[in-house]
């Protein structure tokens, strides 16, 4: 498998693994405070749009120019890419506070449970439109994912197998557990995503623009370099900028 390739799958695999993980406790949060029916019944309709959604994009990307098309996928994974390693740095330095996937569950469940009862064909709506609602919207962002990672590198199956054993993984954990995977190192995910969105963005978007990299798909290895470098330097910056402003708060308690 060629370098590109391999960042390919590895990329998509991160990126949707943390997309599942968030659309995991949505579900289980539904599912535990409102019944499991209502709950697999948002899943199963979220499945189906957007199962609908790729039938209807992906043929629509294979008809672009492929220059143009990177160009394109590019610009938008450098946008994306720059939001998601803000965030990670702002969180690694102590700017933001940490992604508290237990938090966000418990947060869920309250609601679910404070939520009246309400419904329709043996099924509780509340439950279904929370399962429904969180799986769309993360769904829909692994389709993006592996959709432009895919067309993009020319090989959507390979993107695909990425995001698939993302939701293998996850899905097997989260049936087994039946809990929230707050064990898992989402934050470091969400840093890495971002390295590779960013990385993946630099890299399409100069190559459709004319830019000729030496060593072709080899280059990406010296733009993460230069992606991952730049990143940790500007997080110990922040952090000791954070840790220098909170000294005359402690000094003052």
Not at 6 to 33: K, M
Not at 223 to 236: E, H, I, K
Request: net charge neutral; charged share 15%.
């Amino acid at each position: 498998m060629s370098t590109g390739n391999t960042f390919l799958v590895l990329s998509a695999f991160l990126a949707s693994g943390v997309e599942f993980v968030e659309a995991l406790t949505i579900v289980l949060a539904a599912g535990l405070a409102r019944g499991w029916r209502s709950s697999l019944a948002g899943l199963g309709a979220a499945t189906v749009v957007l199962a609908v959604c790729v039938a209807a994009l992906g043929p629509a990307l294979t008809v672009i120019p492929l220059r143009g098309l990177r160009l394109a996928v590019g610009a938008l994974l450098l946008v994306f890419g720059l939001q998601w390693l803000r965030k990670a740095i702002l969180r690694a330095s102590g700017y933001k506070a940490l992604h508290d996937e237990d938090a966000i569950f418990a947060r869920e469940l309250a609601e679910a449970r404070g939520a009246a009862h309400v419904e329709h064909a043996g099924v509780d709506w509340y439950g279904f439109t929370l399962a429904f609602k969180g799986v769309l919207l993360e769904g829909l962002e692994v389709v993006f994912i592996v959709l432009t990672f895919g067309s993009a590198q020319g090989s959507v199956p390979l993107a695909a197998a990425g995001a698939a054993g993302a939701l293998a993984l996850v899905a097997g954990v989260g049936v087994a557990v039946r809990a929230p995977l707050a064990r898992v190192p989402e934050n470091l995910m969400k840093f890495a995503v971002g390295v590779m969105l960013t990385t993946f963005g630099i890299f399409w978007s100069a190559e459709g623009a004319g830019v000729d990299w030496p060593g072709s798909d080899a280059a990406l290895i010296g733009v993460l370099a230069f992606v991952c470098t730049s990143s940790m330097l500007l997080v110990g910056l922040f952090r000791r900028r954070h840790e220098a402003m909170l000294v005359p708060a402690r000094a003052e308690t």
